[in-house]
């Protein structure tokens, strides 16, 4: 009987751990619908708008999606997206991956080792003044939003990734291969 219970308790706390995991879902696919399509427009080329702010988003993100015998193998379904939400209107970055090997294994460096190394980027024309950007990473079920002030002229909003930390050896700290744990994003 009470090894009964037992099982019964490891089972309810799977539950609650397994749907703990799905936090963010909604969120992220609420930030991923468009309300509005007219805050700002994609930038084609370099030349600057009089009157408008012009904002630079930029992510550099590393990943491993699997390792089958010595191969590397990237997200491709899902494809590994950057969902960005400007007051209600959305925009999805897509990269191609470079196989990067930082081969120092430190736990100050949290993106050595092997993996695939996404570097996102978009310029974008809207408004100055103050915006809400939320940015999300589907994969790692990761969403941020802030509030940011854009002024006329170029404003460069650098985003950093914050991984998870891990307990074992040889990347003990935060490193790439525990997953994205939130992003910092600046602008400047």
């Not at 930038?43 to 708008?49: F, I, K």
């Not at 012009?54 to 950057?82: Q, W």
């Not at 695939?116 to 990473?137: C, D, E, M, N, V």
């Not at 990761?142 to 950093?160: C, P």
Request: net charge positive; hydrophobic share 40%.
């Amino acid at each position: 009987m009470q090894r009964k219970f037992i099982i019964i308790g490891m089972v309810l706390i799977a539950g609650f751990v397994i749907s703990g995991c799905a936090n963010n879902r909604d969120v992220i696919a609420k930030a991923s619908l468009a309300a509005r399509y007219d805050v700002f427009s994609e930038v084609v080329n370099h030349e600057a708008q009089p009157g408008k702010a012009i904002m630079d988003i930029k992510l550099a993100v590393k990943s491993n999606s699997s390792r089958f015998m010595g191969m590397y193998n990237k997200h491709s379904n899902p494809p590994y997206r950057v969902h960005v939400n400007v007051d209600g209107q959305t925009l999805i970055l897509e990269a191609e991956p470079v196989l990067e090997n930082k081969s120092l294994i430190d736990s100050n460096v949290p993106e050595s080792g092997t993996g695939w190394k996404y570097q996102f980027s978009k310029r974008i024309a809207l408004a100055p003044g103050r915006h809400t950007l939320a940015i999300a990473l589907p994969i790692d079920d990761v969403i941020v939003e802030r509030e940011v002030e854009l002024h006329a002229g170029t404003n460069t909003i650098t985003v950093t990734p914050v991984y998870n930390k891990r307990s074992l050896r040889p990347y003990k700290g935060q490193h790439f291969t525990a997953g994205v744990k939130t992003l910092d994003i600046t602008a400047n």
